[in-house]
């Protein structure tokens, strides 16, 4: 009958999983902090861009204006 042990092969090539499944609690709070720094950077730079689109509309808007366009 088969050993229920696993013996050490120094011919395998496996590598042993040695992560684990929770984070340790110092860890974890520096990951909560630095995505909470990501999502206000995120929220920053969407208001960012939706004010230039916002500047760009209006120019093209002024631009078809001066050049006789009817396209809206």
């Known amino acids: 009958m088969a050993s229920s042990t696993q013996t050490f092969d120094p ?3 496996a590598v042993p999983d040695t ?12 990951l ?24 760009l509309e209006h120019m093209v808007t002024q631009l078809q204006a001066v050049v006789g366009g009817k396209n809206t």
């Open 32 to 55: 909560d902090q630095q995505n909470a720094a990501h999502s206000e950077q995120s929220a920053s730079t969407a208001e960012q861009l939706s004010s230039q689109a916002a500047e």
């Open 11 to 13: 011919r395998s090539t």
């Open 19 to 30: 992560t684990t499944t929770a984070p340790v609690p110092e860890a974890a709070d520096g």
